[in-house]
């Protein structure tokens, strides 16, 4: 006998009509203020030659090759912190500083605390933030812009000014073409000499603080003449129609009120982090570098991929998922990729196959999130839609475990945490390396505005080889093909040497299978 319809479904149906229906009628009422603000352009100092960090640069650097620049991989998250928190220290004219999220959680509060003290001490400050993630942040950031010598700007602005990110979208719905566009670059300049960019955005996650889960990660530290590079890519957006001054947004006049209460939100948000003396790359702490005078530094000549900030207003210049691609595309012999969320495509299955990867021989590599490991399970199912295809051209893959990260301390210790993969790095022939803030998914290709380095140096990225090498033993499952070429086996590494095979994805992972299966039919994969 056929079940009854539930009796409730109409009315939750209805209910739901209803709901979509007064939240697309309110978001007609939301609206940015009118006329735009205007603002008043600035751009990098280039009077900063005399300062401290000028000189340590200099000194790093080759003084017989002036078209060199001068780079050391971050994998470590307490080292990676760190180094900002030097470069803030030792900064005496200007930080150039754009994220995609800064967090009101501790690592943000110390960060922002940093940018303070710069600001103090008479430094100015350029703080860009896109804005997606600023409407339960009010209070800090209005207090930070209060103070002297600090400017804060904010991309691509929503009308609704506070609550969560979903609800601030939900109440945007008429103007969802405008708003899903969003600045994902990361980007921190200190005197126009020496930059740090990369994946790492500024919250608790991506430095080990997180007592869930914590981000395997990426950051490179820069000096020479990429930096100016970097800070005309900055002055860009920082002057784009797109960039709002937050006073415009706000609505609030900088006073003594607003910096006391940002004083008593940082004030006990913790000191920088311990690291070790060594980090994974036998890199030492960068604030004993910089006491020196010189930095441990490789040289090599690099360029900078940036998209345009009108990206995100429908422009159609070159972008950075292009150019990456097109990397990839001139490779001779090899090609390794880590990208937490990787939707090829079949525009990107075509390359796969293109370039030669007919048999799992190692000449494509691609490392990614297990469903246990990602954070967004919608991303996770369109990657795994095409991952059979990608096997039967020859693509040797490896997902990253949550439970298996805690094995290498790559990005630092995990804790009982669980390890996701956030970093965004390629290595192409064993000399090319690309480090940006730049996902292999269509979000990043059309919608998103990236930044990353190209870097010609081989040794650099056989560093990255070696990193990933001694990881992917311990703390990934590798993928294979069944007997018939038809399913997906995963190996997965034990600790005492052997392998255990999986026939179907390891993990009781059933929330997120749940997640999938009710939202997958509504969301279309040009928006992950």
């Known amino acids: 006998m056929q079940n009854d319809p539930p009796v409730l479904a109409l ?130 950031l209005n207090g930070l812009a209060a103070f002297p010598n600090v400017e804060l700007r904010v991309f691509n602005p929503f009308p609704v000014r506070s609550g969560g990110a979903a609800w601030r979208v939900a109440l945007s719905l008429d103007d969802f073409g405008r708003i899903n566009h969003r600045m994902h670059n990361k980007l921190f300049i200190a005197d126009n000499n020496v930059a740090v960019s990369g994946g790492r955005n500024i919250a608790d996650e991506y430095f080990m603080r997180s007592p869930d889960a914590n981000f395997i990660d990426m950051d490179v530290l820069s000096a020479g003449p990429v930096v100016r590079a970097m800070s005309a890519v900055f002055d860009g957006f920082w002057n784009s129609p797109l960039s709002w001054p937050w006073g415009a947004l706000s609505g609030t006049a900088p006073d003594a009120a607003a910096r006391a209460a940002f004083d008593a939100q940082v004030r006990d948000a913790g000191p920088p982090f311990d690291e070790r003396a060594h980090d994974a790359l036998s890199g030492t702490p960068l604030a004993g570098q910089v006491q020196a005078g010189r930095i441990e530094l490789h040289a090599a000549p690099a360029r900078v991929l940036a ?49 030669g990867a007919t048999q799992d021989n190692g000449r494509i590599v691609l490392i990614t999130n297990s469903i246990g490991a990602t954070d967004e399970p919608l991303v996770y199912a369109a990657y795994a839609q095409q991952r059979l295809a990608m096997l039967q051209a020859g693509v040797r893959i490896y997902e990253v475990g949550a439970e298996l990260g805690r094995r290498m301390p790559r990005s630092g210790d995990f804790g ?28 990043s290709a059309l919608i998103n505005t990236e930044i990353g380095l190209v870097i010609d140096s081989p040794q650099l990225a056989r560093e990255v080889s070696a990193l990933s090498s001694r990881s992917l033993d311990l703390d990934s499952y590798r993928l294979r093909l069944s007997a018939d070429g038809q399913r997906i086996e995963w190996l997965e590494p034990r600790t005492d040497g052997s392998t255990k095979v999986h026939d179907s994805e390891p993990g ?20 992950l």
């Open 11 to 140: 009315p939750r149906l209805r209910a739901s009509s209803f709901l979509l229906a007064a939240l697309t009628l309110l978001a007609g009422c939301m609206s940015l203020p009118q006329p735009p603000p205007a603002r008043t352009a600035s751009h990098a100092l280039t009077d900063a030659g005399d300062t401290a960090l000028a000189r340590i640069a200099a000194a790093s650097l080759p003084a017989q090759a002036p078209q060199l620049s001068g780079f050391r991989l971050l994998p470590e998250a307490p080292t990676a912190f760190n180094a900002r928190v030097v470069l803030m220290r030792s900064a005496q004219k200007t930080l150039d500083v754009q994220y995609y999220l800064i967090a009101d959680d501790a690592v943000g509060r110390m960060f922002l605390r940093e940018l303070r003290d710069a600001a103090l001490r008479g430094v100015r400050v350029r703080l860009l933030v896109d804005d997606l993630y600023t409407g339960g942040e009010g209070l800090l």
């Open 307 to 355: 998209d345009n900030p009108d990206k995100a207003a429908g422009g159609s210049e070159p972008t950075v998922a292009q150019q990456v691609l097109a990397l990839f595309a001139s490779a001779q012999h090899n090609v390794h990729i880590a990208s937490p969320y990787f939707v090829p495509g079949e525009a990107g299955l075509k390359l796969l196959h293109a370039a």
């Open 416 to 443: 009982q945490s669980h390890s996701r993969l956030h970093a965004k790095v390629a290595t192409v022939d064993g000399r090319w390396l690309f480090v940006g803030s730049m996902n292999l998914d269509p979000r």
């Open 508 to 527: 009781e992972h059933w929330l997120k299978r749940l997640q999938i299966w009710l939202l997958q039919p509504f969301v279309s994969n040009s928006l």
